[in-house]
């Protein structure tokens, strides 16, 4: 199991910043992990895809964040990262870290269930 820690999170007014920070604990002999940020909204009883890593490492977003969002990681140290800019009053939410000790899938954000490790969330409130 892939224990992760999310941190960063916290309350900004749009068009402000956040940078969220994950870091993961992989298990003794993974060689690979798979790692995505999802969210989960206010009412809404889904988290969904934020942003991701295809198979060929090149970074993935969701539409509504293209643009505004970046994804990086640090692969030796397994720290994922997520700079927020331009931040809306429909970007609050938790936000978690995701991570699976295999390698990404096409679509990485297609579905929160794929992966089966998940951080305790950040919350991120913007207000307008």
């Known amino acids: 199991q892939v224990k992760v820690v999310e941190s960063g999170g916290g309350s900004v007014k749009a068009g402000g910043s956040l940078r969220l920070s994950c870091e993961a604990s992989?298990?003794?002999?993974?060689?690979?992990?798979?790692m995505a940020w999802f969210r989960q909204s206010p009412g809404k009883d889904e988290r969904e895809g934020v942003a991701?890593?295809?198979?060929?490492?090149?970074?993935t977003y969701a539409d509504f964040v293209k643009g505004r969002f970046t994804i990086s990681r640090e692969p030796a140290k397994d720290i994922l990262y997520l700079q927020m800019n331009s931040l809306e009053a429909e970007d609050t939410a938790v936000y978690y870290c995701?991570?699976?000790?295999?390698?990404?899938?096409?679509?990485?954000?297609?579905?929160?269930?794929?992966?089966?490790?998940y951080g305790q969330g950040t919350q991120v409130t913007v207000s307008s």
């Open positions: 995701a991570a699976n000790p295999w390698g990404c899938v096409f679509r990485p954000l297609e579905k929160w269930r794929w992966y089966n490790n």
């Open positions: 992989r298990p003794p002999g993974t060689t690979t992990l798979c």
């Open positions: 991701g890593f295809t198979p060929d490492d090149r970074p």
